[in-house]
C-alpha cells in the first residue's frame, strides 16, 4: 500500500506541472509562459539580463493573465519571509482611503483641518484651509519643507503648522509625511487602525495575512511605510489592481476609485504632461499614492526596488523585492519582456521549466571560500573592554561545521546571530545594538526579527562575517574577528556604498577589545 501510495503521489506531481516550485502555499495560480502568451525565451533573457547587471535582486514573480508564469527568489531571500516595503506602503494606504470614500466615510474635497481641530495653529493661513484629502493622495500639499518634527499626534500638528511656498494642488513635491496624514485621517473617522481596517476588507480576501505593520509612537500604522509582506502578497495586490478592485470574481472596490487612483493627477517635471523622452519614470505623474511609468504601466514603488509594477493593457504584472542603487536600469529590464507578449498560446518547449532554468541565480557569497576552518566543535566567552556601546560580553560557539553563533550580552540584552561557514544561516533576534550606523535601528520593537548571516575564515585565521537584516533588507553589519590568545578583537567594518537611514554614519570602523573568561 506504501508503495502504491508513492507511486501514486509520483504521478501526480509529474503531471501537475502548475503548482509552485517553492514551499510556502500562496494560494496563487500557476501557468507556463508559452501558455499566457510569452516564450520562456524572454523569461530567460530577462534573469539573464539582472544578473548580468549587477543589480541586487532578492525576488521576482511574473504575472500574466493573474497567473504565475515565473518566479524567483535569490538565496537567502525565500518564499516565506515577508520583506520590508518601504514607500509601496502608500499604495496600500491609497486603497484604504478608497474604501472609506466608498463608505461615505471620507470625501477627496475634505478640508484635512476639519479632522484635527484640537491640533490646528493659532493662525490659519489660507493654503491650509484649502488643503484637501485629495492633496494628501496627490503628494501636492505645497510646503516650503517636507520636515515635521516628532512622530504620532506630534507630528500631525507640526504638519499642519508648517509654512507653505505653494498652493495646494499646484507643484509636486514627494512628501512622506502627507502620506501619514491619510493613516492618522482613517484612524480618526474609523475609530481603528488602517491595518485593522485593511484586513476585512482587502488583506484577509487576498490572504495576506501574518504580516508586520509599523506603528508610529501613537499606536498608528505608518501610512508611508512599514509593511513587510511577502512576495506572493505583492502579486496579489497586483492583481486586484490590474482587475480594477475585483478578487475572484467579486468587486472589493469600485473600479472608479482604481481608476483615479491609477491616474495622473499631477506631473513631477512639466506641469502640462508626462517627458516623453525621459530615461527613468520619476516623470510621467503621479496618481493616488501610485506612480505612472512609460510603456503604459503604473508601480507601487518602495524604497531599492519594492515594486508592483502593472501593465494593464497587456494583462502583466511584475512584481519585485529588491536592494536596489539604480531603479531606472531595472525598469529598463521590465520593459525589454514587453515585445514579447502576445494575444494568443504559443508552442510550449517540451521537458522545458522556466523555474528550474532560472534557479541558478543566487546572490553572491560576501566572502572568499575558506581556508581550513580553524575552530570548530567549541565555545569561547570573552569579557569585553569598556566601550560606547555597552557590551559586557560576547560569546562564540563552533558547531562541528564550523558554523558560528555570535551572542552580545549588554546588560539584560542578550542578542544572538548565527553565521553559516561559507553558506546563509537563517536566525532571529532582537538585537537593536547599531554599530557605526551601517543599519537601521530596529524602532519599531518588532522582535525577534529574522537574520541571514554567513562567515569565512581568511588565510592568517580571521573570521570574516556578515548578516543580513530580513526586517530591513538591503542593511548589513560585517565583523572581522581577531582571536589572539586570549585577546578577542572584533572590527565592525562601515557599509560599503550608500546604505539606507539617517545620514552622518561614521566611515571609520567600530574595534571592540576582550579578554577570555
Not at 109 to 129: A, T
Not at 151 to 180: D, R, W
Not at 321 to 330: G, I, M, P, S
Request: one cysteine or more; charged letters at 20%; proline letters at 5%.
Amino acid at each position: 500500500m506504501t508503495t502504491l501510495r508513492h507511486l501514486v503521489l509520483s504521478v501526480l506531481l509529474a503531471v501537475t506541472p502548475l503548482l509552485s516550485a517553492f514551499a510556502y502555499d500562496d494560494g496563487l495560480k500557476r501557468s507556463t509562459p508559452e501558455a499566457e502568451g510569452i516564450s520562456s525565451q524572454a523569461i530567460e533573457k530577462f534573469f539573464a539580463d539582472l544578473d548580468e547587471s549587477g543589480l541586487e535582486v532578492h525576488s521576482i514573480m511574473i504575472l500574466r493573465h493573474d497567473k504565475v508564469i515565473a518566479e524567483h527568489w535569490w538565496a537567502p531571500y525565500s518564499a516565506d519571509l515577508t520583506h520590508a516595503m518601504y514607500s509601496a506602503t502608500k499604495t496600500f494606504t491609497s486603497m484604504a482611503i478608497g474604501f472609506a470614500v466608498q463608505e461615505g466615510l471620507i470625501n477627496i474635497e475634505d478640508r484635512v483641518m476639519d479632522f484635527f481641530p484640537e491640533l490646528l495653529p493659532e493662525k490659519i493661513s489660507p493654503q491650509l484651509e484649502a488643503l484637501k484629502v485629495k492633496h494628501l493622495l496627490s503628494m501636492s500639499v505645497g510646503h516650503k519643507s517636507m520636515s515635521y518634527a516628532g512622530s504620532g499626534l506630534p507630528q500631525v500638528k507640526s504638519f499642519l503648522a508648517a509654512e507653505f511656498e505653494y498652493e495646494p494642488g499646484t507643484h509636486f513635491a514627494y512628501n512622506i509625511t502627507a502620506s501619514h496624514m491619510l493613516s492618522n485621517i482613517l484612524r480618526r473617522v474609523t475609530g481603528i487602525t488602517i491595518y485593522e481596517y485593511l484586513s476585512p476588507r482587502l488583506l484577509e480576501p487576498l490572504g495576506i495575512k501574518d504580516i508586520v505593520w509599523e506603528m508610529d509612537n501613537d499606536g498608528t500604522n505608518m501610512g508611508n511605510g512599514g509593511m513587510h509582506l511577502r512576495t506572493s502578497d505583492m502579486a496579489k495586490m497586483g492583481i486586484f489592481l490590474n482587475n480594477k478592485g475585483k478578487w475572484n470574481g467579486k468587486q472589493l472596490l469600485n473600479s472608479e476609485w482604481i481608476e483615479a487612483a491609477t491616474t495622473p493627477k499631477i506631473y513631477q517635471v512639466d506641469p502640462n504632461g508626462p517627458v516623453e523622452d525621459a530615461k527613468d519614470d520619476g516623470a510621467q505623474g503621479y496618481g493616488y499614492q501610485i506612480w505612472m511609468g512609460r510603456c503604459g504601466s503604473y508601480r507601487a514603488i518602495g524604497g531599492m526596488g519594492q515594486t508592483i509594477m502593472v501593465f494593464p493593457g497587456k494583462d502583466f504584472v511584475v512584481v519585485s523585492t529588491c536592494a536596489l542603487r539604480d531603479e531606472a536600469k531595472f525598469n529598463e529590464i521590465i520593459y525589454s519582456m514587453l515585445p514579447a507578449l502576445t494575444d494568443k498560446k504559443l508552442k510550449e518547449r517540451k521537458g522545458f521549466d522556466i523555474n528550474q532554468a532560472i534557479a541558478k541565480y543566487n546572490l553572491p557569497m560576501p566572502f572568499e571560500p575558506s581556508a581550513e576552518p580553524v575552530l570548530k566543535s567549541c565555545a569561547k566567552r570573552y569579557s569585553m573592554l569598556q566601550n560606547a556601546y555597552g557590551i559586557e560580553n560576547v560569546y562564540f560557539r563552533f558547531d562541528a561545521k564550523g558554523d558560528c553563533y555570535m551572542t552580545f550580552v549588554a546588560g539584560a540584552a542578550v542578542s544572538n546571530i548565527p553565521f553559516a561557514l561559507d553558506g546563509w544561516k537563517v536566525g532571529t533576534t532582537d538585537r537593536k545594538m547599531i554599530f557605526a550606523r551601517s543599519s537601521y535601528p530596529n524602532l519599531s520593537g518588532v522582535t525577534p526579527y529574522y537574520t541571514n548571516g554567513s562567515c569565512s575564515w581568511t588565510r592568517d585565521g580571521k573570521l570574516n562575517a556578515r548578516y543580513i537584516s530580513m526586517f530591513n533588507p538591503g542593511v548589513q553589519e560585517d565583523f572581522q574577528i581577531s582571536f589572539n590568545g586570549d585577546e578577542l578583537v572584533i572590527e565592525v567594518l562601515p557599509a560599503a556604498g550608500p546604505q539606507p537611514g539617517a545620514p552622518g554614519r561614521a566611515q571609520a570602523p567600530v574595534v571592540l577589545k576582550g579578554v577570555i573568561e
